[in-house]
């Protein structure tokens, strides 16, 4: 998992907060809530008591509640967000992205969708894994976040996707270098520079571009083509001139044409 230099619950809780309707004490039973019938300000205080405790899966089951005993309600569209807030909290975060989708679903010109957005965006990338895993949710991580600022440019919440986007596209990047270098250490040259290739020409921006470089000069050398080997020290040098990357290749150019 990667991480934004935004506290986890910072920017979320402060939005989440709110959203909380005002309302009398929370008051009825305090087990198996979710069973029982009970009026709409009731249940919202007892899921908003929940979550105020710490108590996040238990609100936002209770957030449910509110929307299923009382769909037609005020309280219902707040308590959909609530609940997507809740279970993110909780880190189960599909039911967050569930929760905020039947939001926008129902409401999608509503003042309050970006955060929906936002909360789908930001609970896909609390499931974004290691470089040695498998990387399809980083990518529904990106297109949450790129979809998220295409709608709401000007908001906080695109300020922050943005960090997260970069974020996210190194740790892209990282997985094309860790495939490339199994590719170079078994030989497989070929192979190697497509995937070093992708780093240079699609994460340019990413820190592993000064050693995509590098390895592209390795590969090429390895392959005897030194041409395409001095074109890739030469971008390395160019952008990268006090890279320990470009120290390297220097080095090896020079070796090879000694």
Not at 32 to 52: G, H, I, K, S, W
Not at 130 to 141: C, L
Request: proline share 4%.
């Amino acid at each position: 998992m990667i991480r934004a230099s935004v506290p986890r619950l910072t920017l979320l809780a402060a939005i989440a907060a709110a959203l909380v309707l005002p309302g009398c004490a929370a008051k009825g039973p305090k087990k198996d809530t979710a069973y029982v019938a009970m009026d709409v300000e009731t249940l919202y205080n007892v899921a908003r008591d929940m979550l105020q405790k710490g108590q996040y899966k238990q609100a936002a089951q209770m957030f449910d509640e509110v929307e299923r005993q009382h769909p037609y309600s005020v309280w219902a569209r707040r308590a959909q967000l609530m609940a997507s807030f809740s279970y993110y909290a909780a880190k189960q975060y599909n039911e967050s992205i569930q929760s905020a989708q039947r939001f926008l679903s129902l409401h999608p010109g509503s003042k309050e969708a970006p955060y929906a957005y936002y909360m789908i965006a930001v609970s896909y990338y609390e499931q974004i894994q290691p470089v040695d895993r498998d990387q399809k949710i980083t990518q529904q991580a990106l297109d949450a976040l790129g979809e998220l600022i295409r709608r709401y440019p000007n908001t906080a919440y695109a300020d922050d996707a943005r960090l997260k986007i970069d974020l996210a596209r190194d740790h892209l990047a990282g997985k094309e270098m860790e495939i490339g270098r199994f590719y170079q250490n078994a030989s497989l040259y070929v192979a190697a520079i497509i995937r070093y290739r992708t780093v240079v020409d699609n994460y340019d921006t990413t820190s592993h571009t000064p050693e995509a470089l590098y390895r592209l000069v390795e590969s090429y050398l390895s392959l005897g083509i030194p041409t395409e080997a001095v074109k890739a020290a030469a971008v390395l040098g160019h952008n990268y001139p006090e890279s320990k990357w470009y120290e390297r290749a220097h080095k090896l150019v020079v070796k090879k044409h000694a």
